[in-house]
């Protein structure tokens, strides 16, 4: 082997193992060959427990099993497979017929369970004892049997912690990706709702589940997240977010490109919308791509509310997330270079408030901002009961203490506490944590250029939203590029229209499945109002015609 | 990428020097009002570019005693008079005079005082100066005084002792009545000079005990100072322009007194050829409800009848006081009532035989007829 | 799917000439609208109509010869390659030329409104910079921004325009008519040359979606910039009055300066509206990079069309600093304007089209 060859060798090459982790043996007729390769291969892992049997009793019939302590569930183990097993050992049957593989005679008549199956390589049995399952090698058999035992300990369907709704279904997504796809699947009992399972990661193999509706979902958005998926190799997944950064569009933007959500809700309205969700295992968090801007301020519980509330609050969202990258920036450019904007009383008042005031507002501003990021840090890290008292220090006696210290003005902590609230308005958390940083941005370009400054900024957000996409779809869609579905897609947005009005899906699905709603053909002559129930005359008149 | 960055590296020494604008706010001194008086006689012998022509006065408000916080400062308002050859050359003295840098984004006052005004070179050069550098916005509050603007904003003021801030509020106040004073803007006044020659402002002025009232206008002819008009002259003015609101008027009305408010006042000049001469009609509209009567039971104006006689005084009473402004415009020969302006708009053929003999004697022989219609809309809640 | 072509769609055009007219002339209009017809002014942006659709008509017959080629494919189709190079470098030249001085003008404004001690050096080159990064997403970004900015340019403006609408007085327009038609024939034509970026249709044609629409497209540009110039000119006359504009170098700001907020939530909002201004202008100047980098990249047949965006921005600084003074600068803008803009909204497409009617060269249905 050259030296150029051993800098691309994957570290995970072994004697067993080829480039991308998978163990490259055939399982072998004999048992006590794999036995012995089962040995090797799992040498120093005292939590695996394995076991050779006889369980025939005139014809030697020798299994090897082999499961992972704690990983399954032993109930289904022993109450529908080793105590069948033991039943049979002490009957006399003619089941030994010589027209079924050993396998097949296990699976006919010593499991009571329906999720066993076949398996041909080593690694697919080995993958299969890592995650739980139990892998059963049969003597005298090409095959070696999986049995589905998977019963780790979990936490369950909870509540989602990151995005309450009053009202709307409570459960979330869990670190389990077949929960978490059976969450979606209750939703949309269609077989047109297709998962595709990948396994990612060549150390940690974890289960990535990408769903989306076979006949809504442009064909070749699933081709090109399936090409992106299968991009890099790399040893191990922990979170969405590391398959989030893998396969984003621009690596430069702070701002999300993929939609991380832990609603299934949310991840099934946007799979009728024809967007795809890609579910990880161990990851409570479900990314649905492609995402725009709009998407973000989309909250599920906005469809259940009544379309005037839920108007009113897309308008209070878009307009405080403006805010609260914005507002620390125009404060600094209106009092140091343009106050000629400010009404007179005011400016007054402010001025007043900063006599004696040493440092620049500027200067304050970004003392106080960071303060509160400081705040926003420490309040995640300390443990629950102190996070309170830090909120209480730091909003309370540092910044109180601080006006009266004659050091921060207290406008500034107006300001800086009302910029904070706001980013919490935003229903999505990365979408914040952009604006947390453009934020800064904004401060600074204000503090040389004044409200010039400030625009600018403004231009070149924008001008970087423009040019961003995922996925092919550009993000300020429904915004720009609206005529693409004929203007309709504006009903989603700042504001949102009354339901029987949201008659199409939007961009991102197939040209030829853009209806989602019409009235049924049966009650389509009828003289309704729309979107009422409100029929012409009374029902009496109305049987009366009929 | 990397030319972007190297192009970043260029403006970067530019943005480390920068910030050329930035000022705090706290070390501005916010000027609310300007007084611009004449210098007494200059001296002659000096060239043209050292002798002072121009008397500013600022009163700078200390910010703190103004919004009522402690502050080092001993008074709410400093005063600072300089002389000097140009408003900017004044600014600069008065900048070697105060611990921060002046600001006139706020200003809403501009007093000036007799003497400018009388001065035509003098008034044209300040106005001009003001708007030419957006010093101060075309929405400050232009007033006249008789006597000298500095004394004015000098002298103690009880209610308020920063004169901008008594103006702004004076104007701010939707609800104030419009009778004796019409509020003009330093942009409305330069456009009305330049439309027509012709504008008004209103007279500021003060008495001993430091109560101010603003009433009256002072008329100005090609930025030349003509004439004061007193309170009952502006009130005529302000009939013709239909811009009256919630003003008394009082009539005599079977030996007592009538108190007709009105509510709403409107304007339309009309012009007809009558015997070969042009003459013009100002229709009043009038709406308002009587207020103060004393009534008793032969006195009963809750009728038609009474209503009728009530309305026919008044319509009287109003006539007379429009009339006011009309013969006074009339006996200066000016039209600041704006009927040849309004000819030009809707009689302009009419206009052009006007136009060159209008401010020559020819609106002093116009025939201007005052016709006013009054119509009593309630009468309160007694009969 | 979204498909990347750098194609745009017929709305993006119509949207990126319309931003691309409401530039810095917009806000000088009155003041040449008034000097040329008084107060009758308000009427020379329609008949300017008239002049506007001899332009459409010359450029969009050139182009729907050639569909799918902006200027640089098909001018060497017309004529000799010497000649066809050398009248696309003119282009470029202008291009560039105007847009140095358009962005001249706009630091000229700025520094008046909001930056008064800032070298003006220092507000074009951050401006030309921000600009040089929206533009090297390419056309389809650009044509994007064009959509967004839209809300942010017109809707301050109706809120201010609404206002002064209410509070106006009207009489200020009376006599109706009283202008002569040889002043308004004049005056029209002065103003149809803010209609100049319809030049840009050249290269934009090229990169529409759908070829055979060039034609609606820059009609609706056309008629909407037209009312929007004739409620403008309305609107400053109304407000600060026609004689007034004469005499105001920038008499929309002195519009916007005079105009007073309800419950004063804002005092001098003339800044804030500079938000329009900027903004709009920001698509100009975006526009004149894009299109003199993708010319130049095109006719040199470099693979990358963004490659030549930074090197055109010193090039515009330059232009743009050379008028030593805002005398010097609004001299050169208009005269810049009076004397080369018309070369390619009407002669020099005229000629090619005759050129290539004899030669029967491109498609001659179109």
Same mark, same amino acid.
């Given at each position: 082997m050259t030296k150029q060859q051993d800098?691309?060798?994957?570290?995970?090459? /072994?004697?067993?193992?080829?480039?991308?982790?998978?163990?490259?043996?055939?399982?072998?007729?004999?048992?006590?060959?794999?036995?012995?390769?089962?040995?090797?291969?799992?040498?120093?892992? !005292?939590?695996?427990?394995?076991?050779?049997?006889?369980?025939?009793?005139?014809?030697?019939?020798?299994?090897? /099993?082999?499961?992972?302590? /704690? !990983?399954?569930?032993?109930?289904?183990?022993?109450?529908?497979?080793?105590s069948r097993v033991i039943d049979y050992k002490n009957l006399n049957g003619d089941i030994f017929e010589n027209s079924k593989t050993p396998t097949q005679i296990i699976m006919d008549h010593f499991s009571a369970t329906f999720d066993i199956k076949e398996v041909e390589t080593m690694d697919d049995m080995i993958k299969a004892i890592l995650s739980g399952d139990t892998g059963l090698f049969v003597d005298n058999s090409k095959k070696g049997l999986v049995i589905a035992t998977r019963g780790w300990p979990n936490r369950g369907v909870g509540e989602p912690s990151s995005e309450n709704v009053v009202r709307g279904s409570r459960d979330g997504f869990t670190e389990i990706v077949r929960f978490n796809s059976v969450l979606i699947r209750r939703r949309i009992r269609d077989t047109k709702l297709k998962t595709k399972m990948v396994s990612f990661g060549t150390r940690s193999r974890t289960d990535v589940a990408v769903m989306y509706m076979e006949d809504i979902a442009k064909p070749e958005l699933v081709e090109d997240v399936m090409r992106r998926l299968n991009k890099y190799e790399i040893d191990a997944i922990f979170d969405s977010g590391y398959i989030e950064q893998l396969i984003e569009d621009s690596w430069k933007s702070p701002f999300p490109q993929t939609q991380a959500t832990e609603r299934p809700d949310k991840v099934a309205s946007s799979l009728l919308e024809g967007k795809i969700a890609i579910v990880v295992d161990n990851s409570p968090f479900v990314l649905i791509v492609p995402t725009t801007l709009n998407a973000f301020y989309q909250a599920s519980e906005d469809y259940y509310q009544r379309w005037q509330i839920m108007s009113f609050t897309r308008i209070l969202r878009y307009l405080v997330s403006f805010l609260s990258f914005a507002l620390p920036g125009l404060y600094i450019a209106t009092l140091n270079f343009q106050p000629g904007m400010l009404p007179t009383p005011f400016a007054i008042s402010i001025a007043a408030s900063r006599e004696g005031i040493t440092f620049p507002t500027v200067l304050e501003i970004l003392i106080m901002e960071l303060t509160f990021e400081l705040f926003r840090e420490a309040g995640i890290r300390i443990p629950g009961a102190i996070g309170h008292v830090i909120g209480l220090v730091g909003g309370i006696v540092i910044g109180q203490a601080a006006v009266e210290a004659r050091i921060i003005s207290p406008m500034i902590i107006i300001i800086v506490a009302f910029t904070a609230i706001s980013t919490f308005a935003i229903p999505d958390y990365s979408l914040t944590s952009a604006f947390r940083l453009v934020r800064f941005f904004f401060i600074l370009s204000a503090a040389f250029f004044g409200l010039y400054g400030f625009l600018l900024a403004m231009l070149f957000v924008l001008a970087h939203l423009s040019s961003l996409e995922s996925f092919k779809v550009p993000y300020l869609a429904p915004y720009n590029a609206s005529d693409r579905n004929r203007f309709r897609d504006l009903k989603d947005t700042i504001l949102r229209f009354p339901t029987f009005m949201q008659v199409t899906r939007p961009i991102f699905a197939r040209e030829n499945q853009r209806t989602r709603l019409r009235l049924k053909e049966s009650r389509a002559n009828e003289d309704m109002e729309p979107g009422a129930e409100k029929m012409k005359g009374n029902y009496t008149s109305n049987r009366r015609d009929k | 990428m990397g030319k972007f960055k190297g192009l970043l590296f260029l403006i970067l020494p530019f943005i480390l020097t920068g910030c050329w604008d930035s000022v705090e706010l706290n070390e501005r001194h916010v000027i609310l009002e300007l007084a611009i008086d004449k210098a007494p006689m200059p001296d002659l012998s000096k060239p043209i570019n050292e002798r002072p022509v121009y008397k500013i006065t600022y009163g700078i408000p200390d910010i703190g005693k103004l919004s009522g916080a402690d502050s080092l400062a001993e008074n709410v308002k400093t005063t600072i008079t300089t002389q000097s050859p140009s408003i900017a050359t004044s600014i600069d003295e008065v900048e070697t005079k105060t611990q921060n840098t002046i600001t006139f984004s706020h200003a809403k006052a501009l007093i000036l005082g007799?003497?400018?005004?009388?001065?035509?070179?003098?008034?044209?050069?300040?106005?001009?100066?003001?708007?030419?550098?957006?010093?101060?916005?075309?929405?400050i509050t232009v007033l006249a005084t008789k006597g000298s603007a500095g004394e004015l904003t000098q002298a103690d003021n009880p209610q308020n002792p920063i004169m901008g801030m008594y103006v702004m509020k004076y104007f701010n106040n939707k609800e104030r009545p419009v009778s004796y004073a019409k509020g003009q803007l330093l942009g409305n006044f330069t456009k009305e000079l330049e439309d027509t020659g012709v504008s008004t402002m209103p007279i500021i002025s003060s008495n001993e005990e430091g109560i101010i009232e603003i009433s009256g206008a002072a008329l100005i002819k090609d930025y030349e100072f003509v004439a004061w008009l007193d309170k009952n002259e502006v009130r005529g003015e302000l009939f013709v322009e239909g811009k009256i609101k919630g003003v008394p008027i009082i009539i005599d009305y079977k030996d007592q007194h009538l108190t007709y408010m009105i509510k709403e006042q409107q304007s339309k000049i009309h012009f007809k050829e009558n015997n070969g001469k042009y003459e013009s009609t100002i229709d009043l509209t009038i709406k308002g409800d009587i207020t103060e009567y004393l009534s008793s039971e032969n006195k009963n104006i809750f009728n038609g009848e009474s209503i009728k006689e009530i309305t026919k005084l008044l319509e009287e009473e109003i006539n007379r006081q429009a009339s006011v402004a009309v013969d006074k415009s009339k006996s200066l020969g000016i039209d600041f009532l704006g009927i040849g302006l309004e000819m030009y708009r809707k009689e302009p053929k009419q206009w052009e035989i006007y136009k060159s003999e209008w401010n020559k004697g020819a609106y002093k022989d116009f025939l201007i007829h005052v016709d006013s219609t009054v119509n009593i809309q309630n009468t309160g809640i007694l009969e | 799917m979204f498909s990347h072509n750098g194609k745009i769609s017929v709305r993006q055009v119509e949207i990126l000439l319309i931003l691309q007219m409401f530039n810095t002339s917009i806000l000088l209009l009155p003041r040449i609208a008034a000097n040329h017809a008084g107060r009758n002014g308000y009427m020379l942006p329609i008949a300017a109509l008239a002049f506007g659709f001899i332009y459409l008509f010359c450029i969009t017959t050139l182009t729907n010869r050639f569909k799918g080629d902006t200027i640089v494919e098909f001018l060497p189709k017309i004529v000799a390659k010497p000649i066809a190079y050398l009248v696309l470098a003119l282009?470029?030249?202008?291009?560039?030329?105007? #847009?140095?001085?358009?962005?001249?003008?706009?630091?000229?404004?700025?520094?008046?409104?909001?930056?008064? +001690? #800032?070298?003006?050096?220092?507000?074009?080159?951050?401006?030309?910079l921000t600009t040089a990064y929206l533009v090297k997403s390419g056309i389809e970004a650009t044509a994007r921004m064009g959509e967004i900015l839209l809300y942010f340019i017109f809707l301050p403006l109706v809120?201010?325009?609404?206002?002064?609408?209410? +509070?106006?007085?009207? +009489?200020?327009?009376?006599?109706?008519?009283?202008?002569?038609?040889?002043?308004?024939? +004049?005056?029209?034509?002065?103003?149809?040359?803010?209609?100049?970026?319809?030049?840009?249709?050249?290269?934009?044609?090229?990169?529409?979606?759908k070829q055979e629409k060039t034609r609606q497209a820059v009609l609706?540009?056309?008629?909407?910039?037209?009312?929007?110039?004739?409620?403008?000119?309305i609107l400053t006359y109304v407000g600060i009055g026609a004689n007034e504009s004469k005499r105001q170098i920038w008499p929309v700001l002195t519009l916007m300066q005079s105009v007073q907020f309800p419950g004063s939530l804002i005092e001098n909002q003339e800044i804030l509206m500079m938000t329009s201004w900027v903004f709009s202008i920001y698509m100009y100047i975006s526009s004149g990079i894009y299109f003199s980098s993708l010319m130049v990249s095109r006719a040199l047949k470099v693979r990358r069309e963004n490659i030549f965006i930074l090197p055109v921005i010193p090039i515009i600084y330059f232009v743009s600093i050379f008028p030593e003074s805002l005398i010097d600068a609004y001299k050169y803008y208009m005269s810049f304007q009076y004397s080369f803009g018309i070369w390619f909204l009407v002669p020099i497409p005229i000629v090619f089209i005759l050129i290539a009617k004899i030669r029967k060269v491109g498609n001659i249905n179109g």
């Amino acid at each position: 082997m050259t030296k150029q060859q051993d800098k691309n060798k994957i570290s995970v090459e /072994g004697i067993y193992h080829d480039k991308e982790n998978k163990i490259n043996m055939e399982l072998s007729t004999s048992l006590d060959t794999n036995i012995k390769n089962v040995e090797i291969l799992f040498k120093d892992c !005292m939590d695996l427990v394995k076991r050779e049997v006889d369980i025939g009793k005139e014809v030697p019939f020798r299994v090897y /099993g082999a499961y992972f302590d /704690g !990983m399954v569930n032993r109930e289904i183990l022993e109450n529908f497979f080793l105590s069948r097993v033991i039943d049979y050992k002490n009957l006399n049957g003619d089941i030994f017929e010589n027209s079924k593989t050993p396998t097949q005679i296990i699976m006919d008549h010593f499991s009571a369970t329906f999720d066993i199956k076949e398996v041909e390589t080593m690694d697919d049995m080995i993958k299969a004892i890592l995650s739980g399952d139990t892998g059963l090698f049969v003597d005298n058999s090409k095959k070696g049997l999986v049995i589905a035992t998977r019963g780790w300990p979990n936490r369950g369907v909870g509540e989602p912690s990151s995005e309450n709704v009053v009202r709307g279904s409570r459960d979330g997504f869990t670190e389990i990706v077949r929960f978490n796809s059976v969450l979606i699947r209750r939703r949309i009992r269609d077989t047109k709702l297709k998962t595709k399972m990948v396994s990612f990661g060549t150390r940690s193999r974890t289960d990535v589940a990408v769903m989306y509706m076979e006949d809504i979902a442009k064909p070749e958005l699933v081709e090109d997240v399936m090409r992106r998926l299968n991009k890099y190799e790399i040893d191990a997944i922990f979170d969405s977010g590391y398959i989030e950064q893998l396969i984003e569009d621009s690596w430069k933007s702070p701002f999300p490109q993929t939609q991380a959500t832990e609603r299934p809700d949310k991840v099934a309205s946007s799979l009728l919308e024809g967007k795809i969700a890609i579910v990880v295992d161990n990851s409570p968090f479900v990314l649905i791509v492609p995402t725009t801007l709009n998407a973000f301020y989309q909250a599920s519980e906005d469809y259940y509310q009544r379309w005037q509330i839920m108007s009113f609050t897309r308008i209070l969202r878009y307009l405080v997330s403006f805010l609260s990258f914005a507002l620390p920036g125009l404060y600094i450019a209106t009092l140091n270079f343009q106050p000629g904007m400010l009404p007179t009383p005011f400016a007054i008042s402010i001025a007043a408030s900063r006599e004696g005031i040493t440092f620049p507002t500027v200067l304050e501003i970004l003392i106080m901002e960071l303060t509160f990021e400081l705040f926003r840090e420490a309040g995640i890290r300390i443990p629950g009961a102190i996070g309170h008292v830090i909120g209480l220090v730091g909003g309370i006696v540092i910044g109180q203490a601080a006006v009266e210290a004659r050091i921060i003005s207290p406008m500034i902590i107006i300001i800086v506490a009302f910029t904070a609230i706001s980013t919490f308005a935003i229903p999505d958390y990365s979408l914040t944590s952009a604006f947390r940083l453009v934020r800064f941005f904004f401060i600074l370009s204000a503090a040389f250029f004044g409200l010039y400054g400030f625009l600018l900024a403004m231009l070149f957000v924008l001008a970087h939203l423009s040019s961003l996409e995922s996925f092919k779809v550009p993000y300020l869609a429904p915004y720009n590029a609206s005529d693409r579905n004929r203007f309709r897609d504006l009903k989603d947005t700042i504001l949102r229209f009354p339901t029987f009005m949201q008659v199409t899906r939007p961009i991102f699905a197939r040209e030829n499945q853009r209806t989602r709603l019409r009235l049924k053909e049966s009650r389509a002559n009828e003289d309704m109002e729309p979107g009422a129930e409100k029929m012409k005359g009374n029902y009496t008149s109305n049987r009366r015609d009929k | 990428m990397g030319k972007f960055k190297g192009l970043l590296f260029l403006i970067l020494p530019f943005i480390l020097t920068g910030c050329w604008d930035s000022v705090e706010l706290n070390e501005r001194h916010v000027i609310l009002e300007l007084a611009i008086d004449k210098a007494p006689m200059p001296d002659l012998s000096k060239p043209i570019n050292e002798r002072p022509v121009y008397k500013i006065t600022y009163g700078i408000p200390d910010i703190g005693k103004l919004s009522g916080a402690d502050s080092l400062a001993e008074n709410v308002k400093t005063t600072i008079t300089t002389q000097s050859p140009s408003i900017a050359t004044s600014i600069d003295e008065v900048e070697t005079k105060t611990q921060n840098t002046i600001t006139f984004s706020h200003a809403k006052a501009l007093i000036l005082g007799e003497e400018v005004l009388k001065d035509k070179e003098l008034f044209q050069t300040a106005l001009d100066s003001l708007l030419r550098d957006m010093r101060v916005g075309r929405s400050i509050t232009v007033l006249a005084t008789k006597g000298s603007a500095g004394e004015l904003t000098q002298a103690d003021n009880p209610q308020n002792p920063i004169m901008g801030m008594y103006v702004m509020k004076y104007f701010n106040n939707k609800e104030r009545p419009v009778s004796y004073a019409k509020g003009q803007l330093l942009g409305n006044f330069t456009k009305e000079l330049e439309d027509t020659g012709v504008s008004t402002m209103p007279i500021i002025s003060s008495n001993e005990e430091g109560i101010i009232e603003i009433s009256g206008a002072a008329l100005i002819k090609d930025y030349e100072f003509v004439a004061w008009l007193d309170k009952n002259e502006v009130r005529g003015e302000l009939f013709v322009e239909g811009k009256i609101k919630g003003v008394p008027i009082i009539i005599d009305y079977k030996d007592q007194h009538l108190t007709y408010m009105i509510k709403e006042q409107q304007s339309k000049i009309h012009f007809k050829e009558n015997n070969g001469k042009y003459e013009s009609t100002i229709d009043l509209t009038i709406k308002g409800d009587i207020t103060e009567y004393l009534s008793s039971e032969n006195k009963n104006i809750f009728n038609g009848e009474s209503i009728k006689e009530i309305t026919k005084l008044l319509e009287e009473e109003i006539n007379r006081q429009a009339s006011v402004a009309v013969d006074k415009s009339k006996s200066l020969g000016i039209d600041f009532l704006g009927i040849g302006l309004e000819m030009y708009r809707k009689e302009p053929k009419q206009w052009e035989i006007y136009k060159s003999e209008w401010n020559k004697g020819a609106y002093k022989d116009f025939l201007i007829h005052v016709d006013s219609t009054v119509n009593i809309q309630n009468t309160g809640i007694l009969e | 799917m979204f498909s990347h072509n750098g194609k745009i769609s017929v709305r993006q055009v119509e949207i990126l000439l319309i931003l691309q007219m409401f530039n810095t002339s917009i806000l000088l209009l009155p003041r040449i609208a008034a000097n040329h017809a008084g107060r009758n002014g308000y009427m020379l942006p329609i008949a300017a109509l008239a002049f506007g659709f001899i332009y459409l008509f010359c450029i969009t017959t050139l182009t729907n010869r050639f569909k799918g080629d902006t200027i640089v494919e098909f001018l060497p189709k017309i004529v000799a390659k010497p000649i066809a190079y050398l009248v696309l470098a003119l282009f470029v030249v202008k291009i560039i030329i105007t #847009t140095g001085l358009e962005i001249r003008m706009f630091g000229e404004m700025v520094s008046q409104v909001m930056l008064p +001690k #800032t070298p003006i050096e220092v507000i074009i080159l951050t401006m030309l910079l921000t600009t040089a990064y929206l533009v090297k997403s390419g056309i389809e970004a650009t044509a994007r921004m064009g959509e967004i900015l839209l809300y942010f340019i017109f809707l301050p403006l109706v809120i201010v325009f609404a206002l002064i609408v209410v +509070k106006a007085d009207y +009489k200020q327009l009376l006599p109706l008519f009283e202008t002569d038609l040889m002043s308004i024939g +004049k005056g029209a034509f002065v103003i149809s040359l803010s209609f100049m970026p319809i030049e840009f249709m050249l290269i934009l044609a090229g990169l529409m979606k759908k070829q055979e629409k060039t034609r609606q497209a820059v009609l609706i540009a056309l008629l909407a910039i037209a009312v929007i110039e004739t409620i403008v000119v309305i609107l400053t006359y109304v407000g600060i009055g026609a004689n007034e504009s004469k005499r105001q170098i920038w008499p929309v700001l002195t519009l916007m300066q005079s105009v007073q907020f309800p419950g004063s939530l804002i005092e001098n909002q003339e800044i804030l509206m500079m938000t329009s201004w900027v903004f709009s202008i920001y698509m100009y100047i975006s526009s004149g990079i894009y299109f003199s980098s993708l010319m130049v990249s095109r006719a040199l047949k470099v693979r990358r069309e963004n490659i030549f965006i930074l090197p055109v921005i010193p090039i515009i600084y330059f232009v743009s600093i050379f008028p030593e003074s805002l005398i010097d600068a609004y001299k050169y803008y208009m005269s810049f304007q009076y004397s080369f803009g018309i070369w390619f909204l009407v002669p020099i497409p005229i000629v090619f089209i005759l050129i290539a009617k004899i030669r029967k060269v491109g498609n001659i249905n179109g």
